[in-house]
């Protein structure tokens, strides 16, 4: 693969959209309050994560809606699994809801799906599950598509080569507007080209090109010659499960390559996660169009992407070298970890007094904690003071009503849990 080769340049950059992935309210609001310019998800099945329980009802795109407005976010609803006849009824009625409210675009890799869309009036987003590579299938894609996601095997340079032809040739999709490209620029990678796997589908009659995979590339195998029955000698008992993309330190190389939209991998993932990654990435962005992007701010971004889900990190095909950052061991590698301690029970506005019962481990002075709840979001915190039924405390155990000072309202729905250092990392 051919050898990345950019000169830096100290100039104001374009504007890159900043995608982030919502699986729930916790992980919307969230990604809505560290700074994301987009959001995507999905609609109860006909998703890459239709198995997942990271989904929202029909009846709340209304909501997701008028709230992604008033913080003027755009909403894309994803629809780009592999769609057969009996599936046509569902996805109409998920776009002419999705019409109905006003959802920004849709995401979709079926034809069928970009069809009805189309005819609809939405915008479409073509998926990476299309495997696009070159200039001219963008151009066959422009006839219906607005926003295309490029394959995650390209290097920049085929990606500098894809924008500068769209702008060379004023390639432009059915808003009238050039086509924008969209690189997927953190979270985790499939060991198949793009996305197209089949594994679980031969093993569990579960397909992943439906949005029901039992990721098999996650897990240890042992490998035997059948003619002589020997155990093959492997380096990395992970050899199928790719270690987790992170652009954040070569991010303004993907600007220069033309790239219009970076979208962040996580509809599964907590919300804290959503948090911390589309916060690094938004001031990383910010960062280059402010000409502060430097070694000392990558640095402290790569500290707090370490500190939730990951399993190691490794740059993708972008810059142009071979596959080889498999994953070593079972699990993320988080700095961080998180303990559920407590319900939320009670919050006082006006001396801003968060109420928790304690409803597993125990909970100290001092501790940093993390809450998160449908409509509070990601709340990150620390216990300067606590008190144990009304009494000053230094520790809170199963069973005691606990209070705390916390600017943030927080909700019953709420929960409260401690964060910890990862203690299978020490």
């Known amino acids: ?129 299309v495997n696009i590579t070159n200039i001219e299938t963008v151009k066959f894609y422009a006839l219906f598509a607005d926003v295309i996601v490029l394959s995650r095997e390209l290097s920049l340079n085929q990606v500098k080569k894809i924008t500068t032809a769209i702008e060379k040739e004023q390639i432009k999709g059915p808003s009238g507007r050039l086509i924008e490209i969209e690189l997927f620029g953190h979270g985790a990678l499939c060991m198949a080209v793009s996305g197209k796997c089949y594994l679980s589908l031969h093993s569990q009659n579960s397909s992943a090109n439906r949005g029901a995979c039992m990721q098999n590339c996650r897990r240890t195998y042992t490998v035997i010659d059948n003619e002589t029955q020997n155990e093959l000698l492997i380096d990395n008992e992970y050899i199928m499960s790719p270690q987790d993309l992170c652009t954040i330190d070569f991010l303004d190389k993907i600007v220069d390559s033309g790239v219009k939209v970076l979208k962040i991998e996580g509809r599964g993932k907590a919300p804290e996660y959503v948090k911390t990654v589309v916060k690094a990435y938004r001031e990383a962005i910010d960062a280059i169009e402010n000409n502060t992007y430097n070694t000392a701010a990558i640095e402290t971004w790569m500290e707090d992407l370490k500190s939730v889900y990951n399993r190691g990190f490794w740059s993708g095909y972008y810059l142009g070298q071979e596959m080889g950052s498999w994953h070593n061991t079972s699990g993320s590698l988080a700095t961080q970890k998180k303990i559920y301690i407590a319900k939320g029970t009670h919050y006082y506005p006006k001396t801003q007094i968060a109420e928790f019962e304690v409803e597993a481990q125990h909970i100290a002075k001092g501790d940093s904690i993390l809450i998160t709840g449908p409509t509070t979001g990601v709340v990150e915190s620390s216990i300067d003071e606590l008190y144990v039924n009304g009494k000053p405390a230094l520790l809170g155990k199963k069973g005691d009503q606990i209070t705390f000072r916390l600017a943030e309202r927080i909700r019953v729905t709420d929960k409260l849990y401690k964060l910890i250092p990862n203690p299978e990392l020490q």
Not at 45 to 56: E, G, K
Not at 81 to 86: L, N, R
């Open 1 to 129: 693969m051919d050898k990345i080769n950019f000169v830096s340049k100290k100039m104001k950059t374009k504007t890159m959209e900043l995608m982030a992935p919502a699986g729930n309210w916790e992980s919307l609001r969230a990604a809505v309050n560290a700074g994301a310019d987009s959001v995507y998800f999905g609609v109860e099945q006909l998703n890459m994560r239709a198995r997942a329980s990271m989904n929202f009802e029909l009846s709340e795109l209304k909501e997701i809606s008028a709230f992604c407005s008033q913080h003027k976010v755009k909403t894309y609803l994803t629809l780009n699994t592999i769609v057969y006849d009996h599936d046509l009824s569902i996805v109409k009625k998920l776009i002419d809801e999705a019409k109905k409210q006003h959802i920004s675009a849709i995401i979709a890799s079926d034809q069928a799906v970009i069809s009805y869309a189309r005819s609809a009036g939405m915008e479409v987003h073509i998926s990476t599950q």
